[in-house]
T-cell receptor, first 110, second 113 residues
Framework: RKEVEQDPGPFNVPEGATVAFNCTYSNSASQSFFWYRQDCRKEPKLLMSVYSSGNEDGRFTAQLNRASQYISLLIRDSKLSDSATYLCVARGSSASKIIFGSGTRLSIRP | ETGVTQTPRHLVMGMTNKKSLKCEQHLGHNAMYWYKQSAKKPLELMFVYNFKEQTENNSVPSRFSPECPNSSHLFLHLHTLQPEDSALYLC????????????FGPGTRLTVT
């Protein structure tokens, strides 16, 4: 089983739709969780951290469920510019214990 | 953005060649990382340096040799690579090992022939 598992997609949704991704992690000792965004042929960039209480940043909402060991990302009112690959990341006790998922590809159509 | 730069951006090398990848960060960070990103596979952490000291080597073959002369520069020396080593090699930095956010460079697209 992969340490961090994501549905690879692609998710193809119309502009304005709401889309949600889930990500599961296998190491219960993981302490921190993140969503990164990677555009085609570009480097990953931090989208948001994921806190136990859930957090929201504009149209983006991230949630963590430690009991079930999954994190989620919700994008509301999707824009064409949201088209990218979204990487789920779990981190252990130090920055050196970082595990990336393979990513979920999202394509927003006009 | 020029926070983390990498050179060269593209590299084609034969299996008997020796080459080096360079990474430089202009963010005043103390931790630097090398990652490998192959097609259809997740990013794999290769090496971690904190204040110039290597803190992590994730079972990387010895044909990859990192060097960190100071907190701003990181090198990856390559020799006798295999075709399966062809990938995007990404450098990243963070303020320190406790800091969550990593800033990535644009990567070096490596092809081994």
């Amino acid at each position: 089983r992969k340490e961090v598992e994501q549905d690879p997609g692609p998710f193809n949704v119309p502009e304005g739709a709401t889309v949600a991704f889930n990500c599961t992690y296998s190491n219960s000792a993981s302490q921190s969780f993140f969503w990164y965004r990677q555009d085609c042929r570009k480097e990953p960039k931090l989208l948001m951290s994921v806190y136990s209480s859930g957090n929201e940043d504009g149209r983006f909402t991230a949630q963590l469920n430690r009991a079930s060991q999954y994190i989620s990302l919700l994008i509301r009112d999707s824009k064409l510019s949201d088209s990218a690959t979204y990487l789920c990341v779990a981190r252990g006790s130090s920055a050196s214990k970082i595990i990336f998922g393979s990513g979920t590809r999202l394509s927003i159509r006009p | 953005e020029t926070g983390v730069t990498q050179t060269p951006r593209h590299l084609v090398m034969g299996m008997t060649n020796k080459k080096s990848l360079k990474c430089e960060q202009h963010l005043g960070h103390n931790a630097m990382y090398w990652y490998k990103q192959s097609a259809k596979k997740p990013l794999e952490l290769m090496f971690v340096y904190n204040f110039k000291e290597q803190t992590e080597n994730n079972s990387v073959p010895s044909r990859f040799s990192p060097e960190c002369p100071n907190s701003s520069h990181l090198f990856l020396h390559l020799h006798t690579l295999q075709p399966e080593d062809s990938a995007l090699y990404l450098c990243a930095s963070s303020q320190d090992l406790r800091e969550d956010e990593q800033y990535f460079g644009p990567g070096t697209r490596l092809t081994v022939t």
